[in-house]
Structure formats: C-alpha cells, structure tokens
C-alpha cells in the first residue's frame, strides 16, 4: 500500500525550532515529487513548497520562502518540513502529500499524509 | 499568488446535483490543463477526486465530474449522498514552480 506517514503533534514556543517528517513507503520514493500544504485552524489549504527527492530541489511559494525549509533523506524515504524560529502564527495543520505522476512535479497530489497539527504557544 | 476563488457554500438534497465554480486567471486555470480537486471531510485529510480538470484517479465514483471553460474550472456532483458532504478545494498549477489552491466550498446535504 502507497502511505505516508507523518511525525506526531507538536507543541511548541514562539522561537523553539521545529522538524517534522513524512515517511513514504509502498513506492519508489525518488521517483515522486513531494509538496507540503499548510492548513492554518477553520482555514483554507495553502501549496508551500515541493521537492524532488531524487536530488533534493526545491521550489517554495514566495510566502513561506525564508521561513521554512524543506529537505529529504532518500536513505530513508523521509521528507522534512522544519523551521528554524517558530511563531504563533505558524500554529496549523501541515500536510505533506505525493505528486501523482512520476518524474513531474506539475500535477495532481494523490496520496497525503495524515497530517502534523504544529501548536505554537507561550 | 492569489488564491483560486471559490463560493463559500452549496448544497443539495439527496439524488440532487451540484456545481461549484473555481475561478482563476490565464496564467493558472487558464494556461494549464493541470486543474485538480480535493475532498476534505472535518478531521481528515483532503483526497484527490478528480486531476488534469476532468480525469479520475481509481476508485472514486462517476459522481464526480470535472470540466473547465477559460479560467474557470467546474466540479460537479450529481446523484448527492450524505457521505459527499465535505469541504472541496480546487488546484492549479501556476507556472513559475508554483500552485494555487482555492478558497474552498463547503458542501451540505439538506
């Protein structure tokens, strides 16, 4: 079965770094795009960043980039969303999910984790 | 990028259809063939319906149909049932290694 598998609720405060992890297995994980979406609490969904894992390029949306950084160990088939000073504005839902096609990186997400709710609060 | 405007609600009765819109620009929805729609129910993950406007991946039922007309892109459920009432968010590619998601609708089952 095609899954991915993120790291567990965070509870964090304002300044505290953060990194959380999204595990795939039942694929080839190099051969898949991966983007993260961000879902602040009654909000919409937002596209952040994709990478590609086979050799770790990336692209971020304008409004994250500088805030967040994403990286991926293929070693281990795990991709990485972190931050470095979190904010309380920060506090939401993060998704990670896979691109549908193979080799692109321009199309549909199919297969999404079951989200990391990050909690950001003195 | 702004996002991709949606109505915020639609509703049906049960065996009812229903279209929500997801209104772009030429340099999203209009430029690319790569629109997608999402179903999120509270609690849960969003999951792929429909990709590339009108395609749809395996398992999810003819229900759901996607189509798009210049910048706007349409998803139609026809045949309601209660299990359809969820969030939906549209998707697209933006060009420039960026893409776009909708304001999202939410639909009722009366």
């Known amino acids: 079965e095609v899954q991915l598998v993120q790291s567990g609720a965070e509870v964090k405060e304002p300044g505290e770094s953060l990194r959380i992890s999204c595990t795939s297995s039942?694929?080839?994980?190099?051969?898949?795009?991966i983007t993260w979406v961000r879902q602040m609490p009654g909000e919409r969904l937002e596209w952040m960043a994709r990478i590609d894992p086979t050799d770790s390029y990336i692209n971020y949306n304008p409004s994250f980039r500088g805030h967040v950084t994403v990286s991926a160990d293929k070693s281990i088939s795990t991709a990485y969303l972190q931050w470095s000073s979190l904010k309380a504005s920060d506090t939401a839902i993060y998704y990670c999910a896979k691109h549908r096609l193979q080799g692109r990186g321009i199309d549909a997400f199919d297969i999404w984790g079951q989200g990391t709710m990050v909690t950001v609060s003195s | 990028q702004s996002a991709l405007t949606q109505p915020p609600s639609a509703s049906g009765s049960p065996g009812q259809s229903v279209t929500i819109s997801c209104t772009g620009t030429?340099?999203?929805?209009?430029?690319?063939?790569?629109v997608s729609w999402y179903q999120q129910h509270p609690g849960k993950a969003p999951k792929l319906i429909i990709y590339e406007v009108n395609e749809r991946p395996s398992g999810v039922p003819d229900r759901f149909s996607g189509s798009k007309s210049g910048n706007t892109a349409s998803l139609t459920v026809s045949g309601l049932q209660a299990e359809d009432e969820a969030d939906y968010y549209c998707n697209s590619y933006g060009g420039s290694n960026n893409f776009v998601f909708g304001t999202g609708t939410k639909i009722t089952v009366l």
């Open positions: 039942g694929y080839s994980f190099t051969n898949y795009w």
């Open positions: 030429s340099s999203d929805i209009g430029r690319y063939e790569y």
